[in-house]
């Protein structure tokens, strides 16, 4: 994803929102606890993955930039 595309943006935080709302739920019944870890820890992944690479891609952006301006 950019970082301009707000439509993915929104989409992401829907999904990762209901997914916790879903952990939540499993939770509170006690029922499939081994779903609901899995299921944090795989938003938890995307979520990590999603930055760094966020992080990298405004590095280059930088870099190019700095590049350009000398």
């Given amino acids: 994803m950019e970082l301009g595309d707000s439509r ?8 990762c ?7 939540g739920f499993l939770f509170t019944q006690g029922v499939m606890l081994w779903v609901g870890l899995l299921l944090a820890l795989v938003v938890l992944g995307f ?6 690479m966020l992080v990298m891609e ?7 930039k700095e590049r350009s301006e000398s």
């Fill in 8 to 15: 993915s943006w929104i989409f992401y935080y829907l999904i």
């Fill in 17 to 23: 929102f209901v997914a916790l709302l879903w952990i």
């Fill in 47 to 52: 979520s990590v993955i999603l930055f760094i």
């Fill in 58 to 64: 405004l590095s280059k952006e930088k870099a190019h």
